[in-house]
């Protein structure tokens, strides 16, 4: 692996090299064909936001494991608080006994959360997981069964969340009913507009279809427990709600006595360049989700919640591994790292990205538009900027040109491509991952 002076990819093969080859074949013997791999990368190790291949190819990586390595690959502080947790104690279930480092990170969590008041927290080891515990959670403290959810949203897998999520058809294709008393209303899409028209209206559009449509003709709003939704999207595409539209969304919570449930499993922990993406709205949620970044890679998700809120009973809802030491140990130095400067720093090389491919849309003829918060900044293709027709192979094809140039990037939705680095990075990172883009884009346009 190349040492820390060294930030930037150096390719050595042709991709993927002879071992990597080697491993995707063995993959298509055993590994379960519902996984999505965008591009043949096989990773044997990874620091900072540096990723070695199995052939000693080595990567830029702006995909962060879908926003998950907040810290970057194997932190140094990270690495050191695994290590003396796994010779200390790995595993003591917590929803059976007790134990310091769950505490305090609870505590942290509690004190970080949106809101004045207290807050409790519990613990999973997924997304996904944290969502199905908000679902619960809301249910038996409203003693209300429905829910209302955002077209283009991707809350999980499992099928209570899979019942929120409408992102793509596939995900839910095949496995039959799924939870009863789901909702879902347009998502306020600042580029086409909440039903695809007026983008400037997005926000009172989406509200208006809420209160006008749904709670008039579809479903009473006194028997909706909770609204579930991501700030910014994340599998939609990287689309930030409007502020006013959260505010007003809270609002509208609070009429009706529904709970506002933030899923914040891809946006939080600092990747916005504030802990949460929430903030930038100053909302105050009544459930908060978080996993991805929140552990620097180790399996761990938290729901938080005002006290209140969180009243159910022992044995309502717990979790075997949920809370596991090694990863509250990854949990609070990432905490640590994140705090120490990293957030700051995300908001830095976020503006920075921004302002270098401000000039894209004119230079470009299929970017039809760029936005984001952080380093959480998505890139939508068109066929034409006029119509706006979305242009999911030309995606498709920068993200393999990237990955060819020794730079890591996944999609978002059906023709966004996403930037969501490790943190950590410098100016001199996002600079060469702007200028292998732009390239990139080049290239793709000149083959239509």
């Known amino acids: 692996m190349q040492t820390a002076e060294h930030k930037l990819p150096h390719l050595i093969t042709a991709l993927p090299g002879p071992q990597a080859s080697k491993i995707i074949e063995r993959d298509r013997g055993v590994i379960s064909p519902s996984y999505t791999r965008d591009y043949p990368l096989v990773a044997r190790r990874g620091r900072g936001a540096l990723v070695e291949d199995v052939d000693g190819n080595v990567f830029l990586d702006f995909a962060a494991g879908i926003a998950v390595v907040a810290t970057g690959h194997c932190h140094p502080k990270v690495v050191a608080a695994i290590q003396r947790q796994a010779a200390e104690l790995i595993h003591m279930s ?19 959360a949106p809101g004045a008041g207290p807050k409790r ?24 069964d429905k829910f209302l959810a955002f077209y283009g949203c ?50 009172a559009d989406a509200l208006a279809h809420i209160e006008d449509e749904l709670f008039k003709r579809i479903v009473d709003p006194e028997e909706i427990a909770a609204v579930v939704i991501e700030p910014i999207q994340g599998e939609g595409g990287y689309m930030a709600a409007p502020a006013e539209f959260l505010r007003s969304l809270e609002r509208l919570c609070r009429k009706h006595g529904i709970l506002l449930v933030a899923d914040e499993v891809q946006s939080g922990m600092g990747r916005t360049g ?112 006029r119509t706006r027709e979305r242009a999911p192979e030309l995606r498709n094809r920068v993200i393999e040109a990237a990955f060819r140039k020794g ?15 490790p943190l950590v990075i410098d100016e001199e990172q996002a600079d060469f991952a702007v200028r292998t883009l732009d390239a990139c884009i080049r290239e793709a346009e000149s083959a239509l």
């Open 274 to 385: 504030k802990w949460w993406a929430a903030e930038h709205a100053g909302i105050e949620p009544d459930i908060l989700c978080t996993a991805k970044g929140i552990a620097s890679g180790l399996p761990l998700s938290a729901a938080i919640a005002r006290a209140e809120v969180m009243d159910w009973k022992a044995g309502a809802h717990a979790s075997t591994f949920g809370g596991n030491p090694v990863a509250i140990a990854a949990s609070l130095a990432t905490l640590g790292v994140l705090e120490d400067g990293a957030i700051a720093n995300a908001a830095r090389i976020g503006e920075f990205i921004l302002q270098r491919t401000a000039d894209w849309r004119e230079r470009h003829t299929t970017v039809g538009d760029i936005r984001g918060k952080g380093l959480m900044i998505g890139i939508e293709f068109v066929r034409d900027q």
């Open 407 to 421: 730079l890591l990037l996944l999609g978002a939705g059906e023709n966004t491509l996403r930037i969501c680095p």
């Open 94 to 112: 917590g929803t059976d006994f007790y134990y310091p480092g769950m505490v305090e990170l609870g505590e942290k969590l509690a004190a970080i």
């Open 121 to 144: 927290v519990y613990f999973g080891n997924s997304g996904t997981e944290a969502i199905e515990a908000a679902l619960k959670m809301a249910r038996y403290h409203t003693r209300r």
């Open 154 to 203: 991707f809350h999980g897998r499992t099928l209570g969340s899979l019942s929120l999520t409408a992102s793509k058809a596939v995900q839910r294709k095949r496995f039959g009913s799924l939870l009863a008393g789901v909702f879902h209303a347009p998502y306020p899409d600042t580029y086409r507009g909440a039903r695809g028209v007026r983008p400037e209206y997005a926000a």
